[in-house]
């Protein structure tokens, strides 16, 4: 039996995550988040995206992107399919980096841009972003919703934050 099809529509504003496979990793390194937000970068020029908010977790990712044109298909199987073919160049390994299809809601803009994109609470293991450090990644008012604003142990800054050719992050003051 097909898979549905992906609903996808010009100006939609979607939260996306993809886990790895098995539930591993899929940065190993700081090398690899670079990579992933360089060809992420990449995407939302070609595609001519919108990205409000990005947190990269050791085994997954979450994206807030809004798409002016309805092509978020194209640049997902793009983004996902160049990243692991990097991947398993660079680790020597072959296979799948991503476990199944993407996750792609589409949320309210109106109400999804007051709330945080993802929450991780002081001291848990699990739910620490880009190499353990613990942050809320939040959308700045001051910012239009360009630019994010990133928390780390309370406080703002950018110490984990990774800046690829095209800046996608630049923190709000």
Known sequence: MARPLRLEFAGALYHLT??????????LDDQDRRT???????EILQQRWLCYAYCLMDNHYHLLIETPEA?????????????TQSFNRRHARVGHVFQGRYKAII?????????PLYRAEPGT????????????VKLSSQCGGE????????????EFILRPAVELSEVCL
């Open 107 to 115: 949320v309210d803009k109106e109400n999804y841009l007051l709330e």
């Open 36 to 42: 992933f937000l360089d060809l992420l970068g990449k």
């Open 18 to 27: 993809s886990r790895g496979d098995h539930r591993e990793d899929i940065y």
């Open 71 to 83: 092509n978020l298909v194209r640049g997902m199987r793009r983004l996902n399919g160049v990243y």
């Open 125 to 136: 293991s699990q739910d620490r972003c880009d190499g353990g450090k613990v942050a809320v």
């Open 147 to 158: 630019r994010v604003s990133q928390v780390v142990g309370g406080r703002e800054s950018d």
